[in-house]
């Protein structure tokens, strides 16, 4: 093709029907900044609503016809949110999911298979119990291989809510289908695109590939890190999530596809110079985003002369210290507290602390700044830290270490707060 298929991507915005709102107001930034880029199909992973509630449905109906005023092919699955019902109402999966096709101005199939410029795009829902029945999956192989018969070269989309399994940053949990990976890894034409894990774009294990190519869409709503960070809500959603509202803008050309990052707050591209490269056809012996890249990796260090500090602050303890440093970005700190007694020691906690690397560019930078946990340090005690700087991949650097005489405080704060955010 002379000029690349446009393609917006947008996912999880967990939206009510009000401008206000917040998921719609991202939804509506996400708009303003796809629109001008003239994109021809627009692809939306699930979790639009919040709730089941077809006046969201009709609201976000109503952005698309305000923004693309002379339409745009949309292709877009239902996630888990957009089937939840008010206690004590009837559920009725499959009447959510007519009224979701056809209130966004899409045809009501499932799968969904849309032909555009010789470019096959698949939405697949869910089925109704909340998984994906073996009918269903059969029905999904069958589009899949239409699409490869008309032509084997071009990369066949495939567009679900959750993402199969071990995969991309967020699929190694509850959340991976088991039942996709295996389907997918049977067709290395197959691109799958998926939300729900709401990881940050920052991330390259965002983008993976071995037998096929998958990638995640972020989220409009909140982001969340799933590998237990001490710092986090529920030791999932992340430190100042609301500030990682994040799309993709993908450009298909004849012999490959670009996938840019936003940030739609920033109203910024994320890495305009780490664009996703994905080769057509794509070779699976020769992955681009495949495990190889850990290796390739250099760990994060911290700068000579970096300190670090002990702070007491009405009954929690803090721990400030200079950031390390990597030409990517540190993606979290594990910290450990070691108390020291004579000729003995005892490491007391050892906890993960995410980074702030998805945090708007205005604040980004500075010291870092984490509540450590009061419980596992006596007052009185003399205490080593030792700070390990971990970047996306794995690769731990050197720690940072020091040793501090606590502080014999009284009304000393216990208990793990239920949002350890500074």
């Given at each position: 093709?002379?000029?690349?298929?446009?393609?917006?991507?947008v996912?999880?915005?967990?939206?009510?029907?009000s401008i206000?709102?917040?998921g719609?107001?991202?939804?509506d930034?996400?708009f303003k900044?796809?629109?001008?880029?003239?994109?021809?199909?627009?692809l939306?992973?699930?979790?639009l609503?919040?709730?089941?509630?077809?006046?969201?449905f009709?609201?976000?109906?109503k952005?698309?016809?305000r923004?693309?005023?002379?339409?745009?092919?949309?292709v877009?699955?239902a996630?888990?949110h957009?089937?939840?019902?008010p206690?004590?109402?009837?559920r009725?999966?499959?009447?959510?999911?007519?009224?979701f096709?056809t209130?966004?101005?899409?045809?009501?199939?499932?799968?969904?298979?849309q032909?555009?410029?010789g470019?096959?795009f698949?939405?697949?829902?869910?089925?109704?119990?909340?998984?994906?029945?073996p009918e269903?999956l059969?029905?999904?192989?069958t589009?899949?291989?239409?699409?490869?018969?008309?032509?084997?070269?071009?990369?066949?989309?495939?567009?679900?809510h959750f993402?199969?399994?071990?995969?991309?940053?967020?699929?190694f949990n509850?959340?991976?289908?088991?039942?996709?990976?295996?389907l997918?890894?049977?067709?290395?034409?197959v691109?799958?695109i998926?939300?729900?894990?709401?990881?940050?774009?920052?991330?390259e294990?965002?983008?993976w590939?071995?037998?096929?190519?998958a990638?995640t869409?972020?989220?409009l709503?909140?982001?969340?890190?799933?590998?237990?960070?001490?710092n986090a809500?529920?030791?999932?959603?992340?430190p100042?999530?609301?500030e990682?509202v994040?799309?993709?803008?993908?450009?298909?050309?004849?012999d490959?596809f670009?996938i840019?990052?936003?940030?739609?707050?920033?109203?910024?591209?994320i890495?305009?110079?780490?664009v996703?490269k994905?080769?057509?056809?794509y070779?699976?012996?020769?992955?681009?985003?495949?495990?190889?890249r850990k290796?390739?990796r250099?760990?994060p260090?911290?700068?000579?002369g970096?300190k670090?500090?002990?702070?007491y602050?009405?009954?929690?303890?803090?721990l400030?210290?200079?950031?390390?440093?990597?030409?990517d970005?540190?993606?979290?700190?594990?910290?450990r507290?070691?108390?020291?007694?004579?000729?003995?020691?005892k490491?007391v906690?050892?906890?993960?602390?995410?980074?702030?690397?998805?945090?708007?560019?205005?604040?980004?930078g500075g010291?870092?700044?984490?509540r450590?946990?009061?419980e596992?340090?006596?007052?009185?005690?003399?205490c080593?830290?030792?700070?390990?700087p971990?970047?996306?991949f794995g690769?731990?650097?050197?720690?940072?270490?020091?040793?501090?005489?606590?502080?014999?405080?009284?009304?000393?704060?216990c208990?793990?707060?239920e949002?350890p955010q500074?």
């Amino acid at each position: 093709m002379s000029e690349p298929l446009r393609v917006a991507i947008v996912s999880d915005s967990q939206a009510y029907p009000s401008i206000n709102d917040w998921g719609m107001s991202n939804l509506d930034k996400a708009f303003k900044l796809l629109a001008p880029k003239k994109p021809e199909v627009l692809l939306m992973a699930g979790d639009l609503a919040d709730g089941t509630n077809y006046a969201t449905f009709d609201f976000y109906k109503k952005l698309l016809d305000r923004h693309f005023p002379g339409g745009i092919i949309h292709v877009g699955c239902a996630g888990n949110h957009d089937y939840w019902t008010p206690r004590g109402v009837v559920r009725d999966p499959e009447a959510i999911y007519r009224e979701f096709c056809t209130r966004i101005g899409q045809p009501v199939a499932n799968p969904l298979h849309q032909v555009v410029k010789g470019i096959s795009f698949i939405a697949f829902s869910e089925d109704f119990s909340g998984r994906h029945s073996p009918e269903m999956l059969d029905k999904l192989e069958t589009e899949i291989q239409k699409a490869i018969a008309r032509d084997p070269v071009k990369p066949v989309f495939v567009i679900t809510h959750f993402p199969p399994a071990d995969t991309m940053s967020g699929s190694f949990n509850e959340s991976g289908r088991p039942e996709l990976r295996e389907l997918f890894d049977r067709y290395k034409q197959v691109v799958s695109i998926s939300g729900h894990t709401h990881y940050p774009l920052e991330d390259e294990r965002c983008i993976w590939q071995e037998k096929f190519t998958a990638f995640t869409t972020d989220t409009l709503a909140y982001s969340c890190m799933s590998d237990g960070y001490y710092n986090a809500c529920g030791k999932v959603i992340v430190p100042f999530a609301r500030e990682a509202v994040q799309v993709l803008f993908m450009e298909i050309y004849d012999d490959h596809f670009d996938i840019h990052r936003y940030n739609v707050d920033d109203q910024r591209e994320i890495k305009p110079d780490a664009v996703w490269k994905v080769a057509i056809p794509y070779d699976p012996t020769h992955p681009s985003y495949g495990e190889a890249r850990k290796a390739m990796r250099p760990a994060p260090q911290f700068p000579a002369g970096a300190k670090g500090m002990f702070r007491y602050d009405f009954g929690y303890f803090y721990l400030l210290f200079d950031p390390a440093e990597h030409p990517d970005f540190v993606h979290y700190y594990t910290i450990r507290i070691i108390e020291c007694d004579g000729n003995s020691e005892k490491v007391v906690s050892e906890e993960k602390f995410a980074a702030g690397f998805y945090r708007l560019a205005r604040y980004q930078g500075g010291r870092e700044v984490f509540r450590i946990p009061s419980e596992a340090i006596t007052p009185g005690a003399h205490c080593r830290f030792e700070i390990f700087p971990v970047e996306s991949f794995g690769n731990a650097g050197e720690p940072l270490v020091f040793e501090i005489d606590v502080p014999n405080a009284s009304m000393l704060r216990c208990g793990r707060p239920e949002c350890p955010q500074e």
